[in-house]
């Protein structure tokens, strides 16, 4: 398999506190790839350093074949017309509607008419579940789950072959988040676009999610398949998955497939 | 592009029409579109062009075999042709993947066929909007030093309600911080108004009275107006920039459900601060800016520094230096009351940060000088 993102024996830290400690994970070509970990453990962190917001203390990370500690700024321009990001708390542009925001990328890069702009962004923003009288709204007048999903449009404004999704379902009802799930597992499968998600949420991670790390004690404790990491005995495994609640859901799941 | 023309019968092509995303073979009876190469949107707006350019009488056959890539501009690009063609003539669509057909039905299910239109505004509509919304603001304004007004009243009756480490610790941000910059243009400009009058006066013979001159203009009006420019663009913008970001985190909303009354917590600080430390920056204004005086004097008139002290000392009666200081506290109700509103203004998007900040520091320079310009009319009618 194609390897999209190497993380190599990174190393996170914040003057004398730690927050990753030589980290290693591999993501694979048209994969849906799940960090786990608990509030705090330093995924959103490690999202920033493969999306180059920020640099590592030490170690490597490889985004489709690009060295980031080197990379030459063409390169990293090229590398961000190819991904798209959604923001944990959205991070739209305030003094844009969403329609614009979405607009936004289609309007600098590419010399597409304006008419056909229009039919792309409505179509976004109906894909991801916005009623279309959302796009001529400003984010203030948005809810959070609108957010979510208006950031969610602006991420796949240029069909990028790369997506990260900084936990895209949480603050969705749990009938939108399966929406939002389902879009993404079609993505993938038409496009073969590769998938970076951090998340909490266990359907998503029963259902949609192929491998993934387990972020704790600033360690990858577990990585690989559900079986994989259902067969680790870390206490956080262990909490998160070896419940009631957590099993409940599993059989749901595998119910419905 | 290239259109080839073919008179031959056996063929039947009429003619052919050749590109890298698109082969159309127009027959007697029908039309051939072939899709090639990479459907995806940077070259969406090529294989536009092309399509646009036909317009199919007969039967279409629209073969799928050969597009090597799609994205959903591409299958999107289709669906918009697919559907004007349609209503035309049979169109027959072969040779699609699996992966087509998907895109093309998410694609469908997601149509939204109603544009929205445009509004547009008129010269007249902005005229309008600026008045009212003036008016507006204005009214705000006074609402907001009404509100200002009884927190402060409210003071005498709850001193508690008086947060003096935020006052001391808005004195050192806006007045001991700000000391450098003062003194740094308050010298200057008390150098080059020395320097300049120097040429003039040395004319006449007139050399001591450069001390009258720089004495008085100094301690009267430079130095006072000097420093509520400095803080006006240093603190009052600050005050503005803060505010609104809190406005637009929504810490404000939070704070007064809690119970934090915003103009005890953030606007009467702020501005009790400034009272305190504004006639305070004046004085060392006066210091820095005669010192510059002095310093151009005796470069220039060769009046040395005791001299320029003595001569000082016998002319400049201390009333011109009480009015400087007495300006101090009304710049200062001005500039803090003005730097919070504007930041209290502040909606919704960044934007109007950089809107109001500018407007904050525009607004507390003008009426700083306006409230300068009363001073000087009152003061002369009285005589003083
Ligand atoms: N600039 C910073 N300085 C110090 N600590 C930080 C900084 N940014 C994040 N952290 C800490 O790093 C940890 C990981 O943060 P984050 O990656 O946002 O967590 P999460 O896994 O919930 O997304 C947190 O404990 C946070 O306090
Ligand atoms: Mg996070």
Redesign the pocket.
Known sequence: MEKIIEVRDIVTS?GS?I?HDKVNLTVEKNNIYGIL?E????????MKEMIMLLKPTAGEVWVLGHKLSDIRYQDAQSLRHQWGILF?FGALFTSLTVAENIELQLKEYTSISKKMRDIIVKTKISMVGLPSRAGGLYPSALSGGMIKRAALARALAIDPKLLFLDEPTSGLDPIGARNFDALIVELRELLGITVVM?THDLESIYSIVDRFSV?ADKHVVAEGSLENVLQSNHPFVERFFKNNYSEKIKMRVDGNV | MRIIHYFTGFLDIISLMNTPYLRIEEHLDQINIYSMGEWTLYNEPDIHKILQKISPDKPITWDFSEMENFDTSGILLFMIYYEKFKACCKVRVVGYSKEQERMYHLLLKNRVKELVPVQTEGHLYHIGKFVVSGYEEFLKFLDFTGYLFVAFLRYFTHPANIRYKEIIYHIERSGLNALLIISLTSFLVGMVISYQSAVELARFGADIFIVDLAGVSITRELAPLITAIVVAGRSGSAYTAQIGAMKITEEISAMRTMGFDPYYFLVLPRMLALMIAMPLLIFFADILGIMGSMFAASLELNISYTQFLDRLQEVLSVKHFWIGIIKGPFFAILIAMIGCFRGLQVTDDTESIGYQTTASVVNSIFFVIFCDAFFSIILTEWGI
């Open positions: 914040f506190t927050i970990g509030s705090g453990s330093g995924k959103t962190l490690l944990q951090i972020l």
